[in-house]
T-cell receptor
Framework: DAGITQSPRHKVTETGTPVTLRCHQT?????MYWYRQDPGHGLRLIHY???????DKGEVSDGYSVSRSKTEDFLLTLESATSSQTSVYFC????????????FGEGSRLTVL | DAKTTQPNSMESNEEEPVHLPCNHS???????IHWYRQLPSQGPEYVIH???SNVNNRMASLAIAEDRKSSTLILHRATLRDAAVYYC????????????FGPGTRLSVLP
């Protein structure tokens, strides 16, 4: 199994509070991704990174920011959480971008009350 | 358009082959067809991908139509562990690093 760790795995927070999810990899893969999964929408890309300090937006990036200061860590931040951001968040990594396989983490379930 | 069409659900008996179909009639000439699956309460897991030729790996086989407008994922002997949602996906033309995940096919395996 690919070495991907997401933390926290479960979090309950209140509207308006900041939240940071962490994705840590031990594979030294170049590409890292954050997806969210909601009933009726499947998985949707939030942001991705193609190297240290190199990030780009996905299709649902509004309300989210990311940072990657080290190869192994990709942080997803909700500056001011809203109830619409209640979701399951998955981190994925890839050595050669989506043209090859993605390896997904176990997911982080976030509930915003 | 990177949309794919799959049946919502399928059933199979344990130890029998399973053929999961996928239509992608508007696929571009250079796009790979990817299959992932998601077991309950887990992240998606890579199964297989291909461009034009049929592909085999330890998990499954991928049969791609000659016109590339459809493909079939073949599980040669279904096990209970293969019960999952199977996604046939293409790259999103609007975001080069994105896959377009649809609802997938929920496969049930009966003992």
């Amino acid at each position: 199994d690919a070495g991907i760790t997401q933390s926290p795995r479960h979090k309950v927070t209140e509207t308006g509070t900041p939240v940071t999810l962490r994705c840590h990899q031990t594979e030294n893969h170049r590409y890292m991704y954050w997806y969210r999964q909601d009933p009726g929408h499947g998985l949707r890309l939030i942001h991705y990174s193609y190297g240290v300090k190199d990030t780009d937006k996905g299709e649902v990036s509004d309300g989210y920011s990311v940072s990657r200061s080290k190869t192994e860590d990709f942080l997803l931040t909700l500056e001011s959480a809203t109830s619409s951001q209640t979701s399951v968040y998955f981190c994925a990594i890839s050595e050669f971008s989506i043209r090859r396989e993605l390896f997904f983490g176990e997911g982080s379930r976030l509930t915003v009350l | 358009d990177a949309k794919t069409t799959q049946p919502n659900s399928m059933e199979s008996n344990e130890e029998e082959p399973v053929h999961l179909p996928c239509n992608h009639s508007t696929i571009s000439g250079t796009d790979y067809i990817h299959w992932y699956r998601q077991l309950p309460s887990q992240g998606p897991e890579y199964v297989i991908h291909g461009l034009t030729s049929n592909v085999n790996n330890r998990m499954a086989s991928l049969a791609i139509a000659e016109d590339r407008k459809s493909s079939t994922l073949i599980l040669h002997r279904a096990t209970l562990r293969d019960a999952a949602v199977y996604y046939c996906i293409l790259r999103d033309p609007n975001y080069g690093q994105n896959f377009v995940f649809g609802p997938g096919t929920r496969l049930s395996v009966l003992p």
